[in-house]
């Protein structure tokens, strides 16, 4: 099965910078990378999504990046908010072109300074 | 997205008792999942709840421990069997539309 490894576990940065979290995945046949964030005592929250026929997507201060050849893909948190502050996740799914099995990492401990 | 409505939000039960978690999708739904999360980690796949047949468990789950029915599109129950304080977590009922996945707010469970 699919094996999605994160890092970092915990990350802390001042409010303004950006912050990067970086996954790796394990089955070439994944081609869609969810990112959920989870507030405290929240249920996960999807931020924004990539399919593998896309190498970057953007929304506002959120951003995506996949390379299929090195099967990373990448969340880009620009100009940081204490609101940020949260447990990131991200995810592959294995199955097709539809909604299969997602299988999360670890985790990502982010917290902005303020 | 999608509204995913999830009771109880919370039980404390003793040990070798059951307890079953309902979960309510809307229409948008067509695929719904279980999911487990311990304190502080990640999220681990229980099942594929399937309407009107058996559910697809993933390795390490059984179907004597976590029964699920799935009667209907929009309606889904998963049931935690013979608990052991092991079991205390926060199962988490997701469905998903053809391209993404939504959470409902989740169980917490404690088993004394």
């Known amino acids: 099965g699919e094996n999605v490894e994160q890092h970092p576990s915990t990350l802390s940065v001042q409010e303004g910078d950006s912050a990067v979290i970086k996954c790796t995945y394990s089955d070439s046949a994944s081609n869609y990378f969810p990112w959920y964030k989870q507030e405290l005592g929240k249920r996960p929250q999807l931020i924004i999504d990539?399919?593998?026929?896309?190498g970057e997507k953007k929304d506002q201060r959120i951003a995506v990046t996949l390379n299929k050849t090195a099967k990373h893909f990448s969340l880009h948190i620009t100009e940081t908010q204490p609101e940020d502050s949260a447990v990131y996740f991200c995810a592959a799914s294995s199955r097709g072109s539809t909604l299969g099995r997602l299988y999360f990492g670890r985790g990502t401990q982010l917290t902005v300074w303020p | 997205s999608a509204v995913i409505s999830q009771k109880p939000s919370r039980d404390i039960c003793q040990r070798g008792t059951s307890l079953t978690i309902q979960c309510q999708v809307d229409s948008q739904v067509t695929m719904m999942f279980w999911y487990r999360q311990q304190p502080g980690q990640s999220l681990t796949l229980i099942a594929t709840a399937n309407q009107g047949s058996e559910a697809t468990y993933e390795s390490g789950f059984v179907i004597d421990k976590f029964p699920i029915s799935r009667p209907n599109l929009t309606f889904s129950t998963l049931t935690v069997s013979n608990m052991s304080p092991e079991d205390s977590s926060i199962y988490l009922c997701?469905?998903?539309?053809?391209?993404?996945?939504?959470f409902g707010s989740g169980t917490q469970l404690s088993v004394l």
């Open positions: 997701s469905g998903g539309t053809f391209e993404k996945l939504f």
């Open positions: 990539i399919r593998s026929n896309v």
